[in-house]
């Protein structure tokens, strides 16, 4: 919810300076795109231990499960 006031002051802290209505949201499509993918990096990074541990834990069950030969 902060973020929104945030937004809402940055718009208008810009429009009260002069600058240009169309400055402002490029201002903003420019701004959110940049967080957007920031956190879609911080997701990541901090998914990665969790990522690591479930490939390990595949590793280990498809050593320990190997197929058993049948001979008949």
Do not use: C, D, H, N
């Amino acid at each position: 919810m902060l973020e929104i006031f945030f937004v809402i002051g940055f718009f208008m802290m810009l429009l009260l300076t002069g600058i240009s209505i169309l400055g402002v949201l490029a201002a903003l499509v420019v701004g959110t795109v940049a967080m957007m993918f920031a956190g879609l990096f911080v997701m990541a990074f901090k998914l990665l231990p969790w990522l690591l541990l479930a490939v390990v834990v595949v590793w280990v069950w498809r050593a320990v499960k190997r197929p058993q030969l049948r001979r008949y």
